[in-house]
């Protein structure tokens, strides 16, 4: 389409509740919010590694009236070491400046103050498709990793899972920052929170729960 019908077919575009659910998680896990014109409109970059195919393309499949180009695949290199990328972007849209204007702050993603009001288990489902781990193969406890947040978010964080679905965790420091550790004594209810929502690609992360 030409930018004329472009513009006119984004003025249609409204983002449903569980597509918002779904942004949520992901800009609390790996997707970014970016804007080229000072915050009037933002679009949604989604990227993991190319082993995450069926994760992207099932997120690419709820946003799919927001996106033009269908995800692909791209070559980066790092530290010396060729890495397949497999990504796509969402339209620049208004209808994102909100989640711009908690998540970031001068251009830095941050945890805003009510997180608590937006995050559902689906968001956190999506969030722990993109973040989450298993501790160890002989521990039910899961991490989240989130050393891309300061103490304080991710204190923030930990009282929200408590708060809103009573879930019992801690922060773990690494090297890069913290993380969080759901404690093996939630670990059962949060995979009865998160499950229904988990793409089958992903459930090898509650492998042993549940």
């Given at each position: 389409?030409?930018?004329?019908?472009?513009?006119?077919?984004k003025?249609?575009l409204?983002?449903?509740?569980?597509?918002?659910?779904i942004?949520?998680?992901?800009?609390?896990?790996?997707?970014?919010?970016?804007?080229?014109?000072?915050?009037?409109?933002?679009?949604?970059?989604?990227?993991?590694?190319?082993?995450?195919?069926?994760?992207?393309?099932w997120?690419?499949?709820?946003?799919?009236?927001?996106?033009?180009?269908?995800?692909?695949?791209?070559e980066?290199?790092v530290?010396?070491?060729?890495?397949?990328?497999?990504?796509?972007?969402?339209?620049?849209?208004?209808?994102?400046?909100f989640y711009?204007?908690?998540?970031?702050?001068?251009?830095?993603?941050?945890?805003?103050?009510?997180?608590?009001?937006?995050?559902?288990?689906?968001?956190?489902?999506?969030?722990?498709?993109?973040?989450?781990?298993?501790?160890?193969?002989?521990?039910?406890?899961?991490?989240?990793?989130?050393?891309?947040?300061?103490?304080?978010?991710?204190?923030?964080?930990?009282?929200?899972?408590?708060?809103?679905?009573?879930?019992?965790?801690k922060l773990?420091?690494?090297?890069?920052?913290?993380?969080?550790?759901?404690?093996?004594?939630?670990?059962?209810?949060?995979?009865?929170?998160?499950g229904?929502?988990?793409?089958?690609?992903?459930?090898?992360?509650?492998?042993?729960?549940?």
């Amino acid at each position: 389409m030409n930018s004329n019908e472009l513009e006119s077919y984004k003025q249609t575009l409204k983002l449903t509740k569980r597509q918002r659910e779904i942004i949520v998680g992901t800009i609390l896990g790996d997707g970014h919010l970016e804007t080229s014109n000072n915050g009037r409109t933002y679009r949604l970059k989604t990227e993991h590694a190319l082993s995450q195919k069926a994760y992207v393309d099932w997120l690419y499949a709820e946003l799919k009236d927001w996106v033009r180009t269908k995800p692909q695949i791209k070559e980066q290199l790092v530290n010396n070491k060729m890495f397949s990328k497999y990504w796509f972007n969402t339209y620049a849209h208004g209808s994102l400046r909100f989640y711009g204007q908690q998540f970031y702050k001068q251009k830095k993603k941050i945890v805003p103050k009510l997180i608590y009001k937006w995050l559902t288990p689906l968001s956190l489902a999506v969030w722990f498709m993109d973040d989450g781990s298993i501790k160890s193969k002989v521990h039910k406890a899961r991490i989240i990793n989130t050393q891309s947040f300061t103490k304080a978010e991710v204190e923030l964080l930990i009282k929200t899972l408590q708060d809103n679905f009573g879930l019992q965790s801690k922060l773990r420091k690494q090297p890069e920052g913290y993380q969080i550790m759901i404690l093996a004594e939630s670990a059962e209810k949060f995979a009865q929170i998160i499950g229904p929502y988990l793409h089958d690609s992903m459930k090898y992360k509650l492998e042993g729960l549940g």
